[in-house]
C-alpha cells in the first residue's frame, strides 16, 4: 500500500450533511466580550454622547448649535492652552519614539540577554509609581535647595525654584516626566516587537554585509512601525489628557505656573469653577477632535490595519 493510500484509508470520514466543527468559545466568549463592552459604553460612549449633547446646548438644555463652541474658542486663554498642548506634544512624541525604538533596538542585539533583562527592569520600575506619586518626585529633583542634582541645575543657570518653572521651561519638563514614567513600559513592548523579527532576516542582513546600525534602519524598525504606530497614537491621546503635571506644579508653585496652561486644565476651570459645564464639554469636543484626527493620520500614513498576504 502507498502512502497516499494509508493517508486514505486512515482519514476520517465525515457524513454528509454534518457540519464541520468550528472553533468555539459559547458563552464564556460573549461573557468577556460582554464585560468588556459594559465598561466601554458606561465609561466611554455614554460620556461622550452625553458630552456631545451639553456642547450643544446651555445649561437650561436649550439648543445652542455650535455656540459654545464659539464661545470657548474666543476665550483668551484657549489658544495658550492649546499651543502648549501642541509644544508638548510635539516634543514628547518625537523624544519617545526616538528613543525608545533606538533604547529597545540596543537592548536587542547589543546587550547579552541577562544584562538587557536588567535594564528592561530597570526602565520599567517609574512606570509603576502613580502620576501623582511620579510629580512629587519631579517636585524635588527640580528645586534646586532640595535636588541631588541641584550642581546640574546651577550650570543651566536655574538657581531658584522659580527660575525652573519658568513658562518656557514647562514643556520640556512635562516631556521629562512624560517620559521617566512610561517609556519603560513601551521600550518592553518595543522590544517584544523586535523579538518576533525571524532570525533568518537577520542573518540573510548581516550576510549581506548590513551593520547593526543599517540593519536597524533598513530592516528592523520598519517591520515593527505598526507597533510605532500604535505606541504613537496611544501616547498622543495620553498627552492630549495632561492634567495633573501641570495641575500640581501650579499648586506646589504657589500660583507661579498658570492654572490654565493645558486645555484640560482649562475644562476644569470652566467647569468647576465658573460653573460652565457646557462650555467645558466643548473643549473636551476639541481634544477628541484633535485625537481623532491625530490618530487617523498615523494609521493611515502607518498601514497599521494592513493585513499581510502570504
Known amino acids: 500500500m502507498t502512502l497516499l493510500e494509508s493517508r486514505r484509508v486512515t482519514a476520517p470520514v465525515r457524513r454528509r450533511g454534518t457540519p464541520r466543527r468550528r472553533g468555539g468559545g459559547g458563552l464564556a466568549g460573549y461573557f468577556f466580550v460582554g464585560g468588556y463592552a459594559i465598561l466601554l459604553l458606561a465609561f466611554g460612549v455614554f460620556p461622550t454622547v452625553y458630552a456631545f449633547y451639553l456642547s450643544l446646548t446651555n445649561d437650561r438644555g ?8 464659539v464661545k470657548v474658542a474666543q476665550d483668551y486663554r484657549f489658544v495658550p492652552a492649546f499651543t502648549d498642548m501642541l509644544l508638548y506634544l510635539a516634543m ?144 498622543f491621546a495620553a498627552g492630549t489628557q495632561l492634567f495633573v503635571e501641570p495641575q500640581l506644579l501650579q499648586t506646589a508653585s504657589l500660583g507661579r505656573v498658570t492654572p490654565t496652561w493645558s486645555p484640560n486644565q482649562l475644562a476644569y476651570v470652566f467647569a468647576f469653577q465658573q460653573g460652565d459645564f457646557n462650555g467645558a464639554a466643548a473643549i473636551s469636543v476639541f481634544l477628541l477632535a484633535l485625537g481623532l484626527i491625530g490618530a487617523g493620520l498615523l494609521v493611515r500614513r502607518s498601514d497599521m490595519f494592513k493585513v499581510d498576504e502570504g
Do not use: C
Not at 436649550?62 to 463652541?69: K, L, R
Not at 533596538?105 to 509603576?128: D, E, H, K, N
Open 62 to 69: 436649550q439648543f445652542t448649535g455650535i455656540n459654545q463652541f
Open 92 to 235: 514628547w512624541l518625537v523624544v519617545l519614539v526616538v528613543l525608545t525604538v533606538l533604547v529597545a533596538v540596543v537592548l536587542r542585539g547589543r546587550m547579552r540577554p541577562g544584562l538587557s533583562a536588567l535594564f528592561r527592569f530597570l526602565f520599567y520600575i517609574p512606570g509603576a509609581l502613580a502620576g501623582v506619586a511620579s510629580v512629587l518626585v519631579w517636585l524635588f529633583m527640580l528645586d534646586p535647595a532640595v535636588s541631588p542634582v541641584s550642581w546640574l541645575l546651577d550650570s543651566l543657570g536655574l538657581h531658584t525654584f522659580a527660575a525652573v518653572l519658568t513658562p518656557g521651561n514647562l514643556p520640556v519638563i512635562f516631556v521629562l516626566i512624560a517620559f521617566w514614567t512610561g517609556a519603560g513600559g513601551w521600550i518592553v513592548v518595543m522590544y517584544g516587537a523586535l523579538n518576533n523579527i525571524p532570525d533568518e532576516v537577520l542573518e540573510a542582513a548581516k550576510m549581506d554585509g548590513a551593520g547593526p546600525w543599517r540593519t536597524a534602519w533598513h530592516i528592523q524598525v520598519p517591520m515593527i512601525r505598526q507597533w510605532i504606530a500604535y505606541m504613537a497614537i496611544l501616547a
